[in-house]
């Protein structure tokens, strides 16, 4: 209906004369005065009534009155369009006639007469913005209006305006001349400037660019055209300038000097843009160019100059050249790194060339004829599976009364399906028959999705990729297809991909012709780059095999060109974010690094954020003696260049950088700066202790003492510093502490290597003070709270209010708020008081520098600080962080196993990610593995190698020690039992019976924390089918005081060197080794130890074990022998769902799952999550066990349990991995799992469906 209206308005419409076209788009204004529409039309149109402007402005003198009088007028000259097709309003279609019609209609002076009446109008308009200053108002209104008020937002043709056929770049020349002899020079202007314009209004202007004649004008006027930026053309209107001469390559030779000037621009947006244009110009043209500036120009673009020569790998003579004449010094600098990087670039051209290998095109074979019994078998499953569906959408729609079809309509066409259908698609699948000419065949839409049904087919040893793409076009459907992101979802579904050559993938989508509405070669290339060079995930499928990832790049150069910016990006990358650092990452995976990309990774290397730096330079490391370069670096005027060159180098470790580095060092003037080569040289093994005597460290803080602090750090107490000494015991001067912290505050990283060389000199004592003293002010100062007193001020004044507010909403809404019927003020009042109260009154994360000097501190201190901080302020996220990254330079057993521990479970994802990182980091500076690292650093809870606890009263003396059942048993020097410590007779000192006592309490809390963790370690060292070195196990593991006792009740395995099983032990009390019948066994000391479980042995070896620790009474840590593998033998799509439909609650299944281990899966939208995962990093595996979902915050409600899967990525059923590709423990125990929610399930519930409330 609305579109016949507006047809039949623009009908009488376009029948109007003249005058009464401009009557109608003026007769809003009858509202304000009803002479105003004739009188404006009379001036328009015969240039009479000239006082009617002088009329109309002071009707528009108040704001108030001019906005009326705009939204009258339908908004007219706004940046944005108000053409939609809805707009039926007869004013709006008369100004849409008026431009249509244009000159063909109305003269020249008319029109500009029509642009002043609006010009008086928004003149009085403030938020209207005016584009340029060098033209006069009426014009800038008129284009607003003819370009973007009145025409759609979003237009297919780029190259014409429709309604707009009539409009000529000349026309708007010509109005200018009329106003003003000569104006018509500033036209350019009007088309490209935008001051006063937001980067949001700014994409309304595109209509600009498609008036007719605008290039040719552009060319006739190529002088002015340059000159636009040096008038004053602002930024945006400087990047539509460049955007116009990228789009028309007839325009980008003669204006080469011009976009040569751009690209050594200061400002980074325009500079960038002006590049990937300068790039694709003749490479002769860009170095003549860039010759002459780097000669000619001012300083920043002669400066500029000398980076662009380098990162076309120009001739060095060039620089060099320049340099000998050169007397500016920056210039100087610039040049001296340009010929670095050069020098970096020609030692790769030294290289032996980069060898592209050959792949091998995958043919094309046939499926075998028994694929087609296979399809029918999916087929039939699935036609099943819609009839339930179908059904129980039609009892749905009558329970509710609802109108769907759906899944009935969907299931009467599959019905509908023939077994000459499945002959055709089966014949399509081997390339036999066209997808076009299937369609026709079938002649209906039906449901493919049974075609890859259970992986079937795929697990056929004659599928091929050919046969993947073409049922995914029929599962997926044409419009999905042709989706940006079409591959990148096949590359996550099918694992089969990843197993390919990225060549071999394109070859088969051109072969196919995959595209067909786009025919581009460039563009299956570009979908197929699209998720590696968004995102880095996929990177590591190609670890073993590199070339089968880089080789499509180094033959398609032209995706990492334009991922870099040495290219622009082309259309096909559609709205996919391009990330240059993966392009980069890619880069590390080529044997040798393309010549042309060196020079521009060295810019990025020492000058930008540190994630694109660390890229960088991971790419650079590989060429030969870069150390050389990257010394050259150390000279830099920039700060930021000279930090990363010293921080890369300390990365290098190459020991020739020694030199360099000392002559910096005593050159350089910057803290920060200093720090880096400090920390450079002392990776490199030299010694700088001179460097760090109590002198020079005390001149220093005097020194850097005497700056600003900061307001920021204006809460840190510099009068509780401990007193503190050296490693010899000599005092340290507290002036030389306070600079210390001042600095870490300023370098804002908690684990800045330089302090921790500095807490080492520092005695041992001292280490542990200072870490303390800065841990505690840090967390004292950052969980600030207001008092109780505070708190019930404020609630005493606001309490009234509040308590009024929920009686008015109860007694407006009583089924909403039931629970303020009878709400007191006492109530109201401590609610009010416990918010307060929760209420944190700052932060300390600006000073989380100060952490760096925390990594000294005594490890059961940092652990009973650091667990009640992520106890009590579990959401202070990033303060958990900054507080842990110190602790990785610690060696204290107690910090390395809470590491530990958070790393193998913690409920929140980021913070186990860095306990995990912290771990690894301690690790590897120890040469051990995570495991070996767990292992060698167990506490011992105070227990010496008998496994007593000595407690020291001076004149007594009370041993503890533990039973059979780990409970602490306590004894005095007879032997005598005591229920607990004594107290302390007048004789003893009362300071060691309070440290006797701490001492003991400290052992009670260890103890629980070490037997929770190590019977978790060894439950996922079981599903991980660990192996220890024989010596290993013994010294770590069956000697460890505690330990020693835990593995007792464990079944473990003997494997030979080959991995097989030779025998089954147990450790008894008596560090005996017994088999299940008793006897004694000695392991060879070059075989290996593992857990037992039931999935590895025979079913007569764990009944034997059962009755074993039945017979001795022995209890198992966990559960060995009673989780069998799942029937294996009928799932093929690697999906368990054998408890789908057991109905249980969200609480339920949240209880036993995070007990386990598991932790829930993405969150979606509106908060909703629909299963939990477990991940194993040995076997870089997850266990997936789905459910119907819940939603956060949590509340308990009805779900069903669906399905349990293994994976690669988590909650990825579609990547679900076959059963039998598995480790037998990991699917027994993941089962297991599984099983347990059932088991703690009301069981299967036919109805489950329509007990969920969602």
């Not at 990937?276 to 160019?289: A, N």
């Not at 010094?329 to 040049?335: L, N, R, S």
């Not at 002559?663 to 200093?674: C, F, N, P, S, T």
């Not at 110190?886 to 958070?902: H, K, V």
């Amino acid at each position: 209906m609305m579109f016949y209206v507006r047809t039949r308005n623009m009908k009488k419409i376009e029948q109007l004369s003249p005058e009464q076209l401009i009557k109608t788009i003026f007769e809003p204004l009858s509202e304000q005065d009803k002479s105003l529409p004739s009188r404006i039309s009379q001036y328009i149109l015969q240039g009479d009534e000239l006082e009617v402007l002088g009329d109309f402005d002071k009707l528009c003198q108040t704001s108030k009155t001019a906005y009326k009088i705009y939204e009258y007028m339908r908004r007219p000259c706004e940046l944005y369009s108000v053409a939609t097709f809805s707009k039926t309003h007869e004013a709006e279609q008369a100004r849409l006639e008026f431009y249509r019609r244009w000159t063909g209609t109305f003269s020249l002076e008319q029109i500009i007469r029509f642009a002043r009446v609006f010009a008086t109008l928004c003149d009085h308009l403030p938020f209207v913005k005016v584009s340029s200053e060098k033209l006069p108002t009426w014009f800038i209104y008129l284009l607003y209006d003819g370009l973007i008020t009145t025409l759609p937002t979003y237009c297919e043709n780029e190259e014409k305006i429709e309604q707009r056929e009539s409009w000529t770049i000349q026309q708007l020349h010509q109005l200018l001349e009329i106003e003003q002899i000569g104006l018509g020079e500033n036209l350019l202007f009007a088309i490209f400037d935008r001051q006063n314009i937001s980067v949001l209004s700014h994409s309304h202007f595109k209509y600009f660019f498609m008036i007719n004649g605008l290039l040719s004008y552009i060319q006739e006027h190529i002088t002015l055209f340059k000159q636009l930026p040096i008038q004053g053309l602002a930024i945006l209107g400087q990047m539509d300038q460049l955007k116009y001469i990228q789009k028309y390559m007839e325009l980008q030779l003669p204006l080469a000097d011009f976009i040569t000037m751009q690209a050594l621009n200061t400002n980074k947006q325009i500079n960038q843009l002006a590049t990937e244009i300068l790039f694709s110009l003749p490479s002769d043209i860009i170095q003549i160019q860039l010759q002459h500036f780097l000669t000619s120009g001012s300083v920043k673009q002669r400066s500029n100059a000398a980076v662009l020569l380098a990162r076309i790998v120009a001739d060095p003579i060039i620089l060099q050249q320049a340099l000998a004449d050169e007397t500016n010094k920056t210039v100087i600098t610039a040049i001296e790194s340009a010929l670095t990087r050069l020098e970096s670039a020609n030692t790769v051209k030294r290289q032996s060339d980069l060898v592209i290998p050959d792949f091998e095109p995958l043919i094309d074979t046939p499926l075998p004829i028994s694929a087609r019994d296979l399809l029918q078998q999916n087929f039939q499953e699935f036609l099943i599976g819609c009839e339930k569906d179908a059904q129980k959408e039609i009892e749905n729609n009558q329970k509710n009364g609802l109108p769907w079809v759906h899944l009935q309509e969907r299931y009467q066409l599959l019905k509908k399906t023939t077994s000459k259908d499945l002959d055709n698609i089966f014949e399509y699948l081997n390339g036999k028959i066209e997808h076009s000419i299937l369609v026709k065949k079938i002649k209906k839409n039906i449901d493919f999705r049974f075609l890859l049904r259970k992986k079937r087919l795929q697990n056929l040893p004659e599928f091929t990729l050919f046969h993947l793409l073409r049922a995914t076009i029929l599962v997926e459907g044409p419009t999905n297809m042709n989706s940006e992101y079409c591959f990148l979802n096949m590359y996550r579904k099918y694992d089969v991909i990843r197993n390919f050559d990225l060549r071999q993938i394109a070859d088969v989508f051109e072969k196919l012709n995959y595209y067909k509405g786009i025919q581009s070669i460039k563009h299956i290339q570009h979908i197929i780059a699209i998720p590696f060079l968004t995102s880095d995930i996929f990177h590591d499928v190609y670890e073993t095999e590199p070339y089968k990832l880089w080789a499509f790049f180094a033959e398609n150069e032209f995706l990492l060109d334009e991922a870099l910016g040495f290219a622009r990006q082309q259309k096909y990358w559609f709205d996919s974010y391009v990330d240059r650092i993966n392009a980069i990452k890619i880069l590390t995976l080529f044997p040798i690094i393309p010549v042309k990309y060196v020079t521009y990774l060295f810019e990025l290397a020492l000058d930008e954020p540190k994630q694109i730096r660390h890229a960088a330079q991971d790419v650079l490391s590989a060429i030969p003696n870069i150390h050389n370069q990257v010394e050259q670096a150390l000279s830099s005027a920039k700060q930021e260049v000279r930090l990363a060159a010293a921080e890369w180098l300390a990365e290098l470790g190459n020991k020739n950088s020694i030199e360099a580095l000392i002559v910096a060092l005593k050159k350089e003037k910057r803290e920060i700066v200093q720090a880096a080569i400090l920390i450079a040289l002392e990776k490199m093994d030299e010694d700088i202790s001179r460097y760090l005597t109590a002198k020079q460290l005390l001149t220093a803080a005097q020194k850097g003492l005497k700056g600003k602090k900061s307001a920021d750090f204006n809460w840190f107490d510099f009068n509780l510093i401990p007193t503190l000494t050296w490693q010899n015991g000599d005092k340290v001067d507290t002036q030389i502490i306070e600079w210390w912290i001042c600095l870490a505050f300023k370098l804002k990283d908690p684990s800045h290597p330089l302090f921790i060389t500095y807490s080492r000199l520092l005695s041992e004592q001292s280490q542990q003070q200072l870490g303390e003293f800065i841990l505690q002010s840090f967390i004292q100062q950052d969980t600030l709270m207001p008092t109780i007193e505070e708190a019930e001020a404020q609630a005493s004044s606001l309490a009234d209010k509040r308590l009024q507010q929920y009686m008015r909403a109860y007694q407006r809404y009583p089924k909403h708020y039931p629970h303020y019927n009878n709400i007191t003020y006492e109530q109201v009042f401590d609610e009010i008081k416990n918010e307060i109260l929760a209420n944190y009154l700052g932060s300390a994360i600006k000073a989380k520098g100060i952490l760096s000097l925390t990594s000294g501190i005594k490890g059961q201190i940092a652990v009973s600080l650091i667990t009640r901080f992520m106890r009590e302020h579990s959401q202070r996220r990033a303060q958990i962080e900054a507080i842990l990254e110190p602790m990785a330079y610690s060696n204290d057993p107690f910090i390395i196993q809470l590491l530990l521990s958070l790393a193998r479970r913690y409920r929140t994802a980021s913070i186990q990610d860095k306990a995990k990182n912290l771990v690894e980091h301690i690790a590897q500076r120890s040469g051990w593995s995570t495991d070996e690292l767990a292992d060698r650093t167990i506490s011992t809870a105070g227990l010496d190698e008998n496994g007593l606890l000595i407690l020291d009263y001076g004149e007594r003396t009370f041993i503890a020690s533990l039973d059979d059942k780990f409970k602490w048993q306590l004894k005095n020097a007879e032997g005598e039992k005591l229920k607990a410590l004594p107290e302390a007779h007048n004789s003893e000192n009362p300071e060691l019976v309070k440290e006797a006592k701490k001492q003991f309490s400290n052992s009670k809390k260890e103890l629980n924390q070490l037997l929770t963790m190590q019977i978790s370690r060894f439950y996922e060292a079981m599903c991980a089918q660990r192996q220890w070195r024989v010596e290993d196990w013994q010294k770590y593991l069956q000697h460890h005081p505690l330990v020693g006792r835990l593995i007792q009740g464990l079944v473990w395995l003997q494997l030979d060197k080959n991995g097989h099983i030779v025998n089954s032990f147990r450790p008894t009390e008596n560090s005996r080794l017994v088999t299940n019948q008793n006897d004694e066994i000695f392991i060879v000391q070059n075989h290996f130890i593992t857990l037992a479980h039931s999935a590895l042995m025979s079913s007569t070896d764990i009944a034997q074990w059962q009755v074993y620790f039945k017979h001795h009474k022995l209890n198992q840590l966990f559960d060995q022998f009673n989780h069998p593998l799942p029937d294996i033998s009928k799932i093929d799509d690697g999906i368990i769902n054998d408890r789908l439909g057991w109905l249980t609650d969200s609480f339920t299944i949240r209880g036993i799952l995070t007990k386990l281990g598991y932790r829930h899966g993405d969150i979606e939208d509106g908060g909703s999550f629909y299963g939990y995962y477990k991940y194993f990093a040995n076997y870089k595996l997850y266990i997936n066990i789905d459910f119907s979902g819940s939603m956060l915050p949590e509340e308990n409600i009805p779900v069903v349990l669906y399905n349990l899967y293994f994976s690669k990525t988590p909650g990825f059923i579609e990547s679900a991995i076959a059963l039998d590709k598995l480790p037998k423990v990991l699917l027994a125990e993941g089962y297991a799992n599984y099983m347990a929610v059932a088991d703690a399930s009301n069981g299967f519930d036919p109805n489950w469906q329509d007990k969920l409330i969602w």
